[in-house]
Nanobody, 112 residues
Framework: QVQLVESGGGLVQAGGSLRLACAAS??????ITWHRQAPGQQRELVAE??????TYSDSVKGRFTMSRDKVKNTMYLQMNNLKPEDTAVYYC?????????WGQGTQVTVSS
């Protein structure tokens, strides 16, 4: 069974940085997407890391960067120059054999 465990969220002032981690167990992860959901909003895709490269939504492009530690089977989302509108619960997700696996989510709060 694939499990994704997220960590790294917290409270930060605008302009600050956080690094989220998504540790996987049960399978080697080659593909991951990061999503976020703000209160009262739909969950949105913010970044995708696949074999062909990475893509970012316009709202985070230039500020967020994904990376991967193959030894630890962990994916990271480095978030710089955070803005209050980045406040949300952040989730990582992977897909294996047509099944989606989600992390539990981690809260990111950016104060102005």
């Amino acid at each position: 069974q694939v499990q994704l465990v997220e960590s790294g969220g917290g409270l930060v002032q605008a302009g600050g940085s956080l690094r989220l981690a998504c540790a996987a167990s049960g399978s080697i992860i080659d593909f991951i997407t990061w999503h976020r959901q703000a209160p009262g909003q739909q969950r949105e895709l913010v970044a995708e890391l696949a074999a062909g490269g990475s893509t970012y939504s316009d709202s985070v492009k230039g500020r967020f960067t994904m990376s991967r530690d193959k030894v630890k089977n962990t994916m990271y989302l480095q978030m710089n120059n955070l803005k209050p509108e980045d406040t949300a619960v952040y989730y990582c997700k992977t897909e294996i054999q047509s099944r989606d696996f989600w992390g539990q989510g981690t809260q990111v709060t950016v104060s102005s």
